[in-house]
């Protein structure tokens, strides 16, 4: 390693618990129950949303859908006291099957699905696929469901019947080109039905959220071992940070706010939704925590204007074989840090006040940070900052991991930069 080589520091069981947190994420639903799981395990107490809140814990979880948010409160604290807030997202794109999706064409059994969110469509050809989401039975019981074994491809057509596919590029339907096979012969009504009753021991399932998932595990790679392959990079990397960040920053609870990190469903889908940023649910929750500490609606207004929200969403690393797609000056590189994401147009919420307090969280944590700032003639991708920001006026700083592959079913990012980002999340909840 050279001189110009930043010194590797990630600590490999923090790399090794990142990929255990990545492969046993395959849907959002499990995304928020391995967060719940891993806060329940800290000592973080379960509350529901249906339930009066007379006894608030001070480490309180609570789990809606895909979504999750979780609270540390300041001991002694006052009704206006701020909050600092995380947020991220636990969806990615991918396929998910369709309630009615027995296909059978020229011998070939087929499963219909339905493009969530902006996949690139290319990058599900030829894997192996597995199925993980939620499924409820007839009497409204959820139960989360992963199959973790070969039962979907998307096969690519050869080359010999595309013989252009090199030069003109591959261009595929998403209603007729992504359906997969998964068996071959006859296929009847109901079949996946009653396959998926038989695989998870439900009676009847009714309805589901099943998500394909590329079965291929996460996975350390590269001649120095500097980098991570994996699916749903974006943006369980920062679901991840922001959870071990909470729970090692509650060892030292802060006098001077409370700690929140909410992890919404459906990003990749825009947001508005129940468990979507666009969603009531953060606002609800700050104002049951305000009242609940015997506030206003005065002191809400008071603690949101004392609190702030660190975005954290991954960001475009500049890609060596694409490199003009960036501005110079503010192209990320991968291993050198989470990137502040600056856009005066609003798609990031990041202002000069929020970038500072963000800023100096990496510097009390001896992290390195970049700033990404998007070509002029290259639209911008947004985030969940923008939508806090606007619905509860909190400032915003929108950061995140940089990767290459957005949005394929197998995105690489740098080892480091995901422990950096934990550890400026940490040095943030504690400041
Ligand atoms: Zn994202």
């Known amino acids: 390693m050279n001189a110009t080589n930043p010194v590797r520091t990630s600590p490999p069981e923090a790399v090794g618990d990142l990929m255990s947190y990545l492969d046993s994420s395959a849907s959002p639903?499990?995304?928020?129950?391995?967060?719940?799981?891993?806060?329940l395990t800290a000592g973080f107490t379960e509350v529901d949303r249906r339930d009066p809140w007379h006894e608030l814990p001070q480490c309180g979880v609570l789990?809606?859908?895909?979504?999750?948010?979780?609270?540390?409160?300041?001991?002694?604290?006052?009704?206006?006291?701020?909050?600092r807030i995380i947020g991220a997202h636990t969806d990615s794109p991918c396929l998910r099957i369709k309630?009615?999706?027995?296909?059978?064409?020229?011998?070939?059994?087929?499963?219909?699905?339905?493009?969530?969110?902006?996949?690139?469509?290319?990058?599900?050809?030829?894997?192996?696929?597995?199925?993980?989401?939620?499924?409820l039975s007839h009497d409204g019981h959820s139960t989360l469901v992963e199959i973790r074994r070969p039962v979907a491809r998307v096969p690519q057509l050869a080359i010999h019947l595309d013989r252009g596919v090199n030069d003109q590029g591959l261009r595929l339907d998403p209603q007729q080109h992504l359906t997969p096979v998964w068996g071959s012969g006859r296929a009847g009504n109901g079949d996946f039905e009653s396959w998926l009753a038989q695989e998870c021991s439900i009676d009847a399932p009714s309805w589901w959220e099943l998500c394909l998932f590329d079965l291929q595990p996460a996975a350390v790679i590269g001649a120095d071992a500097s980098l991570l392959a994996s699916g749903r990079l974006d943006n369980l990397v920062s679901c991840w940070a922001g959870i071990d960040a909470l729970i090692a920053a509650s060892n030292a609870p802060s006098t001077q706010h409370h700690r929140l990190i909410v992890l919404n469903d459906h990003e990749e889908v825009g947001s508005q939704s129940a468990s979507g940023a666009s969603g009531p649910l953060l606002e609800q929750v700050l104002e049951r925590i305000v009242t609940h500490l015997g506030g206003s609606r005065?002191?809400?207004f008071r603690s949101l204007a004392h609190s702030v929200c660190v975005s954290a969403d991954n960001a475009h690393a500049v890609h060596p074989n694409y490199s003009e797609r960036h501005d110079p000056e503010h192209a990320p590189l991968v291993n050198r840090g989470p990137a502040i994401k600056i856009n005066s147009n609003q798609r990031y919420a990041t202002s000069a006040e929020s970038a500072t307090i963000f800023e100096q969280a990496c510097r009390d944590a001896s992290v390195p940070s970049q700033v990404f700032v998007s070509r002029n003639n290259m639209p911008c991708g947004s985030t969940i900052g923008p939508l806090t920001a606007t619905r509860?006026?909190?400032?915003?700083?929108?950061?995140?991991?940089?990767?290459?592959?957005?949005?394929?079913?197998?995105?690489?990012?740098?080892i480091d930069d995901p422990v950096h980002l934990r550890d400026a999340l940490i040095a943030y909840l504690s400041a």
Not at 114 to 135: K, Q, T
Not at 398 to 411: F, K, N, T, Y
């Open 29 to 39: 639903f499990h995304a928020a129950d391995n967060a719940r799981q891993r806060l």
């Open 63 to 83: 789990v809606q859908a895909g979504a999750l948010i979780a609270w540390q409160l300041a001991p002694e604290a006052s009704a206006s006291t701020g909050f």
């Open 99 to 135: 309630p009615r999706p027995d296909l059978q064409r020229h011998g070939w059994r087929q499963l219909g699905v339905e493009v969530y969110g902006g996949v690139l469509l290319n990058s599900w050809l030829d894997r192996d696929l597995g199925i993980a989401g939620r499924v």
């Open 298 to 300: 005065d002191d809400l």
């Open 392 to 414: 509860l006026g909190i400032a915003t700083v929108d950061v995140g991991v940089p990767q290459l592959s957005m949005h394929s079913a197998r995105e690489l990012c740098g």
